[in-house]
């Protein structure tokens, strides 16, 4: 029988955004000859309301790309991109790895966003129509809530207004600064508690949405790992699920093009 296929996962790739990396799909190549499956975890793009016009052709643009890859594409959603696939999580390695976005940790969504409070009313109210508190029924709470927050400078086309919006959004309120530092120390310990009760096979869990990258042992031994971002400063991770290994990579981003590097760390998985 052949061996499983390698897996490889990245998210928060932005597409469209003037701040992200990739400015052309076929940039993910690099990442695709000895893969098996191609992985997009969530915010591949932004969706939500508002530039219907510019959000409608990087839709049609991204569902080309995964009609016309070579591998196997699955597309996840995020808070961005809330309604690109019916799928908001998944599980790899007969469920020792969970891959979702990230955003369920926070009842805000995005708790450094301007659009926070927003984004807490939306999800109270959706989580109150749900019959259940499961990990599934949270994600489309979650879902139903993102889809209603109109985008600010993602799909902005004129250079000038979308400087304007995305120091807008970057810098004001003072406040945000902290608030992101704060969710970056609290995010890995909230998915382990979200995740663990109801995923106890559970031994990683692959997550983006913070926009930093890193891997965390919590206790248990459940290890959380953050992808990263296409998005400066810090730049995207890649996580490759083989066979008997999970492991974190460096991603080269060089010519608008996506080439995996240096390995960071590698945990082994359990083999039947």
Partial sequence: MPAPPLIRIISDLHYGDRAGR???????GPLVPDAGELVLNGDTLDTRPGYETVAGRRRAEVLAFVGQCRVPVRLLTGNHDPDISPDHWCELA???VLV????IAFEDIVPWGRDATLARRLVAAARQELSDASLASLLTAHRRAAAAIPQQHQSEPHLGRYLRSFLRDTFWPPSRIPRILRA?????G???RLIRPERAAARFIIVGHT?????????GGLVVINTGSFCPPLGPRL???APDHVALRHIVLRRDEARPAGTLAEFALATA
């Fill in 100 to 103: 979702t976005h990230g955003d």
């Fill in 190 to 192: 909230r998915m382990a």
């Fill in 94 to 96: 007969g469920g020792q």
């Fill in 239 to 241: 996580v490759e699920v």
């Fill in 184 to 188: 970056w120390a609290e995010h890995p």
């Fill in 22 to 28: 990739i400015k052309d799909l076929a940039g993910l």
């Fill in 211 to 219: 926009h930093r990258p890193g891997f965390w042992h919590l206790p």
